[in-house]
């Protein structure tokens, strides 16, 4: 019933971008002594979910929507800083950069499940079956 709506394909999506990007920053993590590693990864949600949009450009809804001068400025994702200082080993694993990211991540992962269950609290009340 609720798989086809955009809604959800968004939370689930941002949801499965933060388990695979914990592995990540797990692996990272992990080799964070193994001499030579390069500390890895994954671009941003938003720079995804843009890229998987491109054919589907957003649309006006009404008049007076979306009126952003020509010219003016635009979202742009924001470059992350993947790589930090080598090691005298070649290592570039920073633990502190790691556990923040690895905090970042569970938030977005929070984020996902509490829109997704908006979403189903919204879908109950609409069909008169509340909670």
Do not use: C, W
């Not at 010219?71 to 570039?92: F, M």
């Amino acid at each position: 019933m609720y798989n086809g709506l955009a809604f959800f394909k968004v939370a689930s999506a941002l949801a499965g971008h933060a388990a695979a990007r914990q592995s990540v920053i797990a692996q990272n993590i992990a080799n964070a002594d193994t001499p030579g590693y390069q500390a890895r990864d994954l671009p941003e949600f938003s720079a995804q979910l843009t890229a998987g949009n491109a054919a589907a450009p957003m649309r006006a809804t009404r008049d007076g929507h979306m009126t952003a001068a020509p010219g003016g400025p635009t979202a742009e994702p924001r470059s992350r800083e993947t790589r930090g200082d080598a090691s005298p080993n070649g290592n570039t694993v920073s633990l502190e950069t790691e556990m923040i990211k690895s905090t970042a991540v569970r938030h977005q992962h929070e984020l996902a499940l509490a829109t997704y269950r908006s979403g189903m609290d919204l879908l109950r009340t609409a069909l008169g079956r509340g909670r």
